[in-house]
C-alpha cells in the first residue's frame, strides 16, 4: 500500500466533522473531508442550533455566574444520573469556551441569549443559546474556514462521496474505500458521520425492534457505526433509547420528515387539545410539564402514535399549535398537509384509523370533565373549553427520533475501542456517531449539538498528525 496523502481522513463534513478538520488544518495538517450530500453543512442544515456553555461572556455581561461545574451538575441532574461522567466533564469545560469562539468569529446569536428554556426542567442557570438562522448560523461560521484551507490545499473537500469501508495494514486503519471504489489513504480516519435516525433497518436493530419515526437530516444512515463495528469498534448506549414527544409530519420538507410544531409544551403553551391514542383513550395529562414522562408514555402507545383533537371553535381561540412556525401556519391545514378535518367525531376516527367509539366516548367523557371543572381521570387543571362541533381535526403525532442512541465506545482521546477497550489503531469517532454520552436516558439542553462541535475542534487540535 502507498504511503498515505492525508494526515486525516474525515468521513463527514457535519458539525462534528467540520470542526475537526477546521483545527486540523489550522494545525498545517492536510485533510480529507467526505460528505455524502451535494453541500457541507450535515446537520446543520435542518437543525435548531440550540448550544449550551457555562461561563461564557454573554453570561458575563448579563451578570450571570456560572462555572463547568455548575453546568456538569446541572446535566447530571437532568439525566437523572446516566450521563457518562467523563465526556461530560470534559464537555462542559470546552463548551463555553467554544461559545465565545464563534462569537469571536463572526456568529450572530439571537437577541437576549442565554436563555433557560422548558420550565421546570431547565438548567437552574441561563446558559442556553441559538443563532439568528438557527444551526445555519453556525455553517456561516464554518463555511468560510472551510474555504479558506481548501483554497490553500490544507483541505480536500469531497462531496458526494460515500465512504463503503475501512482499509486496513498491519493491523492499523490506513484508510477508507469509497462506494464507487476509490481508495483514500490517511495516517488516521475520523468517522464523524452522524448517526443512524435515518435507517429504520439499522435502528430497529439497536432498539429491539422500535419503530423509526425519523425527524434526522436524510443522510444519517448509520455507515459510520456499521464500519467501526466491521473493523472490531464497540457499539455501546442502545439501551440510553429515549425519542421526542410528539413529531408531526411536515409535508414542506423536502424529504418529508417529522418534527416538533412547538405548541405541545405546556409550559409554553397550556393545553386546549386532548391527546388520544390508536383506541380513541386519553393516556396522560396532557399538561403534564415533564418532557420524560410524555415520551415515556407516549412510546407505550401503539405504534408509539397519538392524535391531537379538537375542534373550530377551540381552532379559532387557542394559540396556534405550531409555536415554532410564526409564519403561514394554514399550509399545515392544506389537502395535502398533516392536519386531519371532519365533520363529526366518527367521521375523524375512520379518517385517522381510530376506534371510532373510543374517540366519540372520551371526548363526551372530557366535555362533562370540563363543565364540572374537574379532570377525574387524569388531574389535568387547564380545561379552557368542550369539544363540541365540527369540523373537528386530529394532528397526528408520533415519539420520534433525531438523533441516535447508540454509538461507537471511545476514549477521552476520542479513539475508537474494542469489546476490550483497546483502541482500534488508526480510527477516530466524533460526534453524534457517540450516541448519548451526554444526555443518557434524560432530556439534557444543548448536549448534542454544543458537544459534537467542541469535541471536533478538541480532537483536531490534539490529534497526532503521524504515526
Given amino acids: 500500500m502507498s504511503e498515505p496523502t492525508y494526515d486525516f481522513v474525515i468521513v463527514g463534513a457535519g458539525p462534528a466533522g467540520l470542526t475537526a478538520a477546521i483545527a486540523a488544518a489550522d494545525r498545517g495538517a492536510r485533510v480529507a473531508l467526505l460528505e455524502t450530500a451535494d453541500r457541507i453543512g450535515g446537520a446543520l442544515l435542518i437543525n435548531r442550533g440550540q448550544l449550551s456553555g457555562a461561563g461564557t461572556r454573554l453570561q458575563a455581561e448579563r451578570g450571570i455566574v456560572d462555572t463547568p461545574q455548575a453546568h456538569f451538575d446541572d ?15 470534559l464537555a462542559v469545560r470546552l463548551q463555553g469556551p467554544f461559545v465565545d469562539w464563534l462569537m469571536d468569529n463572526g456568529f450572530e446569536m439571537e437577541a437576549d441569549m442565554p436563555r433557560t428554556i422548558h420550565g ?22 464554518l463555511a468560510p474556514m472551510i ?39 490517511g495516517n488516521a480516519v475520523v468517522l464523524a458521520s452522524g448517526g443512524y435516525a ?8 439497536l432498539h429491539d425492534g422500535y419503530t423509526l419515526w425519523s425527524g434526522a437530516y436524510e443522510h444519517c444512515s448509520g455507515k459510520g457505526i456499521e464500519m467501526g463495528e466491521a473493523v472490531g469498534g464497540a457499539v455501546i448506549l442502545a439501551d440510553t433509547f429515549m425519542p421526542n414527544f ?11 420528515r417529522y418534527r416538533a410544531p412547538g405548541g405541545l409544551t405546556p409550559q409554553d403553551r397550556p393545553p386546549w387539545e386532548i391527546i388520544v391514542n390508536r383506541q380513541g383513550r386519553r393516556f396522560y395529562r396532557e399538561d403534564n410539564d415533564s418532557v420524560d414522562e410524555r415520551t415515556v408514555r407516549l412510546m407505550e402507545q401503539d405504534g408509539c402514535q397519538a392524535w391531537v383533537i379538537y ?19 394554514e399550509r399545515f391545514y392544506e389537502p395535502e398537509g398533516c392536519i386531519v378535518r371532519a365533520e363529526t367525531l366518527a367521521d375523524l376516527a375512520e379518517a385517522c384509523g ?54 461507537l465506545k471511545v476514549d477521552l482521546d476520542f479513539r475508537v475501542l474494542d469489546a476490550d477497550d483497546r483502541p482500534v489503531p488508526g480510527l477516530y469517532a466524533v460526534g453524534e456517531i457517540l450516541g448519548s454520552l451526554l444526555s443518557g436516558k434524560g432530556s439534557v439542553g444543548g448536549m448534542s449539538l454544543a458537544p459534537a462541535l467542541a469535541f471536533g475542534r478538541h480532537l483536531g487540535e490534539r490529534a497526532p498528525l503521524s504515526r
Fill in 75 to 89: 446535566a447530571m441532574r437532568l439525566s437523572r444520573g446516566t450521563t457518562d461522567p467523563d465526556f461530560l466533564d
Fill in 120 to 141: 421546570n426542567e431547565a438548567y437552574s442557570i441561563p446558559r442556553t443559546y441559538w443563532g439568528r438562522e438557527e444551526g445555519l448560523s453556525i455553517l456561516k461560521v
Fill in 147 to 185: 474555504e479558506r484551507h481548501a483554497a490553500a490545499g490544507l483541505i480536500d473537500v469531497m462531496t458526494k462521496t460515500e465512504a463503503e469501508r475501512l482499509l486496513t495494514e498491519d493491523g492499523r486503519i490506513v484508510g477508507l474505500e469509497t462506494r464507487d471504489g476509490r481508495r483514500i489513504l
Fill in 198 to 205: 435515518a435507517n429504520a433497518g439499522l435502528f430497529s436493530r
Fill in 246 to 256: 410528539g413529531g408531526f409530519l411536515d409535508h414542506t420538507l423536502d424529504p418529508p
Fill in 311 to 329: 375542534d373550530e371553535a377551540i381552532r379559532g381561540a387557542a394559540p396556534t399549535l405550531f409555536t415554532f412556525f410564526p409564519h403561514n401556519t
Fill in 354 to 407: 381510530i376506534a371510532p367509539g373510543g374517540l366519540t366516548e372520551t371526548v363526551a367523557r372530557y366535555n362533562a370533565m370540563v363543565e364540572a371543572g374537574r379532570d377525574e381521570d387524569f388531574g389535568r387543571t387547564h380545561m379552557p373549553r368542550a369539544i363540541e362541533a365540527g369540523p373537528f381535526y386530529a394532528l397526528p403525532i408520533v415519539a420520534y427520533t433525531v438523533r441516535g442512541y447508540a454509538g
